[in-house]
């Protein structure tokens, strides 16, 4: 079975500052893919930015990014220069390579960015 | 892409009676996938289809549940004799398929609420 565990309920962080936040995952495939989701506050879920277990590089997407350390099982998200709109609910997210056909999340971490 | 769209956005209901939710899928994906959030948790995911068939199941989804695809376009699920357990966010996603996981677009879910 697979299991995510996000430790940080949650999150505040000043306007501009940079934020990491934490997820471990336990599974015992060895090839797979983690996603960071954001749920803004009554608004739908958004794909912030994925890793392939496979690759070593750590993705990154302008301001996010993600240091992946598959040894570990931990797959945090560093979030830089935040702005207002990164408040949300920021969910982390495993998927098994094999028929790529369902989340599992784990509990998110609520972010609050401060002006 | 007009998004993933899901109907009503609020459903309150007394217990016991059935209640029917709607999705209505990005148009090209043939991939869904239904999803139930409980107030401070992650998705847990309910179901997938691919085009018109039901691929998988979780344990979660008790005999009172039933989901469907008819034409592998939109998809309806179906609580009947609703419980007071049944309260949470029924999330509605769509992928395209492939030999590489595509990002699951989501909707803004269904609010189910029992009194």
């Known amino acids: 079975a697979q299991t995510v565990t996000q430790s940080q309920p949650e999150m505040s962080v000043q306007e501009a500052e940079t934020v990491t936040l934490s997820c471990t995952y336990d599974t015992s495939e060895n090839n797979y893919y983690l996603f960071w989701y954001k749920q803004p506050p009554s608004r739908q879920m958004i794909l912030v930015i994925r890793?392939?277990?496979?690759?070593?590089q750590n993705a990154t997407e302008n301001r996010f990014s993600v240091n992946f350390q598959k040894a570990a099982k931990s797959f945090s998200l560093k979030i830089s220069d935040s702005q207002l709109g990164d408040t949300a609910m920021y969910f982390c997210?495993?998927?098994?390579?094999?028929?790529?056909?369902?989340?599992?999340f784990g509990s998110g971490t609520k972010l609050n960015v401060k002006p | 892409d007009t998004g993933v769209s899901q109907d009503p956005r609020h459903k309150i209901t007394k217990r016991g009676q059935n209640v029917t939710f709607r999705c209505d899928p990005i148009?090209?994906?043939?991939?869904l996938y239904w999803y139930r959030q409980t107030l401070g948790q992650g998705p847990e995911f309910l179901t997938y289809?691919?085009?018109?068939?039901?691929?998988?199941k979780s344990r979660l989804l008790s005999d009172r549940f039933s989901a469907e695809r008819p034409k592998g376009s939109f998809s309806t699920l179906e609580i009947q004799r609703t419980e007071q357990g049944d309260s949470a966010m029924y999330l509605c996603?769509?992928?395209?398929?492939?030999?590489?996981?595509?990002?699951?677009?989501f909707g803004d879910g269904t609010r189910l609420s029992i009194l």
């Open positions: 148009s090209e994906h043939n991939r």
């Open positions: 996603a769509s992928s395209l398929g492939g030999a590489f996981p595509q990002p699951q677009h």
């Open positions: 997210a495993f998927m098994k390579h094999v028929g790529f056909n369902k989340f599992y």
């Open positions: 289809f691919q085009n018109e068939a039901q691929l998988e």
């Open positions: 890793q392939e277990a496979y690759k070593q």
